[in-house]
């Protein structure tokens, strides 16, 4: 059974930092491209990053891109993602996905607050 089971959300102020983890058991973390995706209450989901298996290609959608980060750990099957310059749009549910699209399994999520 895939688990993904991310951490590590809080409330930030603006222009802030914050690191989410992901720790994913159950499948084959190695051989799968994994992504990060969030969710505002009333809205959809937004794709935000993807890497690939080898952790050398990485994406990001314009709205994260140059201020989030997104990694990998294979020896520990962990996913990260590295909020920097948070913004209060930021906010939302943020959720570990398997594939690189973000529409495959995802874990229970971990809610971000950017907020002075």
């Known amino acids: 059974e895939v688990q993904l089971v991310e951490s590590g959300g809080g409330t930030v102020q603006p222009g802030g930092s914050l690191r989410l983890s992901c720790a994913a058991s159950?499948?084959?973390?190695?051989?799968?491209?994994m992504s990060w995706v969030r969710q505002v209450p009333g809205k959809g989901l937004e794709w935000i990053s993807s890497?690939?298996?080898?952790?050398?290609?990485?994406r990001y959608s314009d709205s994260v891109k140059g201020r989030f980060t997104i990694s990998r750990d294979d020896s520990r099957n962990m996913l990260y993602l590295q909020l920097n310059s948070a913004k209060t749009e930021d906010t939302a549910m943020y959720y570990c996905?398997?594939?690189?699209?973000?529409?495959?399994?995802r874990g229970q999520g971990t809610q971000v607050t950017v907020s002075s």
């Open positions: 890497v690939d298996r080898h952790g050398q290609n990485k």
């Open positions: 996905a398997l594939g690189s699209d973000g529409t495959a399994a």
């Open positions: 159950g499948f084959s973390f190695i051989s799968f491209p």
